[in-house]
């Protein structure tokens, strides 16, 4: 499952770094696009800061971020993951974390459960953004897994036959 992990946390970086050059054609950045990101991005250092047993309740955490502050915090946040998961062993992600959330309610999770939900969350959201940039007029960029992984693995896959669906790889 570490394994698993790892490679969605990585996808999720990858993915980032496509949002951040997409949302910014001629250093316009889509509106919606970039508050989204700023939401994405802000969550995943809101999940980092309780996994380190930190107080997050004061946290905004649909701010108005600059394209340089998203920047700033998706590389920093993909390298806090990175360090953290490097650090992880397998029985360490049954170990429970326990945070309150923004309604104060108290939660017991299994760190796992919080680093895939990080990566879900992040998926989510990056959907929305390319709703909301094609919706400003922009084109949104590929973020689907499977072009992760071939761009990660150097692949490129010749293909004979149309696809089943507008939009299909």
């Not at 800061?49 to 915090?73: G, V, W």
């Not at 084109?139 to 507008?166: C, E, L, Y």
Request: charged letters at 20%.
């Amino acid at each position: 499952m570490l394994e698993t992990i790892r490679q969605l946390i990585a996808y999720g970086g990858w993915a980032n770094a496509r949002i951040l050059t997409a949302v910014s054609p001629s250093l316009r950045p889509h509106p919606k696009a970039l508050h989204l990101l700023a939401h994405l991005l802000v969550s995943e250092r809101i999940w980092l800061l309780r996994l380190k047993d930190e107080d997050t309740a004061t946290i905004n955490k649909s701010p108005e971020l600059l394209l340089a502050e998203c920047e700033n915090l998706a590389n920093e946040n993909q390298k806090a993951y990175t360090g953290l998961l490097g650090s992880l062993s397998e029985d360490e992600l049954n170990s429970l974390v326990t945070y309150r959330n923004f309604k104060g309610t108290e939660f017991h999770t299994p760190v796992g459960e919080i680093l895939l939900h990080v990566a879900l969350h992040g998926t989510y959201h990056r959907g929305q953004i390319a709703i909301a940039m094609r919706a400003e007029g922009g084109v949104p960029v590929d973020t689907d897994f499977i072009t992760f992984v071939r761009d990660r693995d150097g692949r490129q896959v010749a293909s004979t036959t149309k696809p089943r669906h507008a939009g299909d790889p």
